[in-house]
């Protein structure tokens, strides 16, 4: 019996912080409402030469190393993000160049917002179920500050930049690793949450530029009350599907948007919020990067143990949700 582990995880954060007090300078807006409505304090902000292949790369060199592994040894690399370096070609192939892993391997980018990482995470154990891969790098990056409106107070106070990454591979061993993944889309909302211009169907334009049509456009209170729903329920059925309890996961790691959101879906599941980890208020959200951030800081942390069942929650754009179960 064969099973996918995670061999190694890393992440990175730009350097510079953002904080609600300098929001505050550029937007009409207070620490008091970003932190009561959303529970974050502070964001990184990418440098302007920093593209999110850079971020990437960072995320995947500390992943390579926690797993004792290097470039050479990854044939098969997916980066999953919403603000890829071009529109063509992938960021994935940025990486592989600058990185150093060899031309052989397959390298493509995933387009699933913030749900990315998971969806990353289930090609990536799917074929290397196959035998044709031997290892995978999956990467979650985005560099979220070159497509918010900084003129938008409703949506540049909840996001900011980061990366996270992860390897994994094959083991002859059962019952360990990736145990299950739920993953789901509900294209009829895609509204809720899109960049209107930019790609095939309403291409860049003077006009478009003017109407400010290619930053992220947003129905807050839909997404809120959608996201709770749909997290709620791919957690339940994630957990019942393997004859688990609740009591039975040690960690929670949700994406990370609001901490109302996160605090409403631990409510619903009668999880004790110690059991979530939450690190939204010194990254905001970041996307495809938050979910692999939180894990590496958790593993850091000593939130993880072997034996340990660790489950992974996210929804975004799309709407993308889904959710993934590991056993340490
Ligand atoms: N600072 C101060 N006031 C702000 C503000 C800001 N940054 N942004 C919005 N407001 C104002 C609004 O204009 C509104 O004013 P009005 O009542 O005079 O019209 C008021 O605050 C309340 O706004 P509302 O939209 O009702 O707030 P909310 O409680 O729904 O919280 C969000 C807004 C965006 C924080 C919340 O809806 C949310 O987090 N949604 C999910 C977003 C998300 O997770 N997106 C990513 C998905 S992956």
């Not at 529970?39 to 990184?44: A, D, L, T």
């Not at 391997?105 to 289930?122: H, K, P, Q």
């Not at 997290?231 to 960690?251: G, K, N, P």
Request: charged share 20%; glycine share 8%; proline share 4%.
């Amino acid at each position: 019996m064969t099973s996918v582990i995670i061999a190694g995880v890393g992440s990175y954060a730009p350097q510079r912080i953002l904080t609600n007090e300098d929001l505050t300078k550029i937007v009409d807006t207070s620490d008091e409402w970003i932190r009561s409505r959303s529970g974050i304090r502070e964001r990184h902000i990418a440098a302007a030469d920093e593209a999110t292949s850079d971020l990437a790369i960072k995320a995947a060199q500390s992943a390579l190393l926690d797993a004792k592994i290097t470039a050479a040894d990854i044939d098969l690399l997916i980066v999953a993000t919403c603000t890829p370096d071009y529109p063509v070609p992938s960021t994935a192939c940025v990486v592989q160049h600058k990185i150093g892993i060899p031309p052989h391997a397959t390298c493509f980018d995933i387009s699933a917002a913030c749900t990315g990482f998971l969806y990353a995470m289930e090609i990536a154990y799917g074929q290397l179920l196959t035998g044709r891969y031997k290892c995978a790098l999956i990467i979650g990056a985005e560099k979220l500050s070159s497509i918010v409106d900084w003129k938008d107070r409703t949506t540049c106070v909840l996001f900011g930049d980061g990366a996270g990454a992860a390897v994994l591979k094959k083991v002859n061993q059962p019952g360990v690793g990736i145990i299950g993944s739920d993953l789901g889309a509900d294209g009829e909302l895609l509204e809720l949450l899109y960049i209107p211009a930019g790609g095939s169907r309403c291409p860049a334009s003077p006009l478009t530029l003017e109407a400010g049509s290619h930053f992220l456009h947003m129905k807050g209170k839909e997404v809120f009350k959608n996201a709770i729903k749909v997290m709620e329920t791919v957690a339940r059925e994630m957990v019942e599907q393997h004859h688990l309890t609740f009591d039975q996961i040690s960690l929670v790691i949700p994406h990370q948007a609001n901490y109302r959101i996160i605090e409403a879906l631990a409510s619903n599941l009668g999880v004790p919020l110690d059991r979530f980890y939450v690190n939204l208020d010194r990254y905001g959200n970041t996307s495809a990067a938050s979910i692999p951030l939180a894990l590496d800081e958790a593993r850091r942390a000593g939130r993880i143990k072997p034996g340990d069942y660790t489950l992974l929650v996210a929804f975004g754009a799309g709407l993308t949700y889904g959710s993934t179960l590991i056993r340490w």
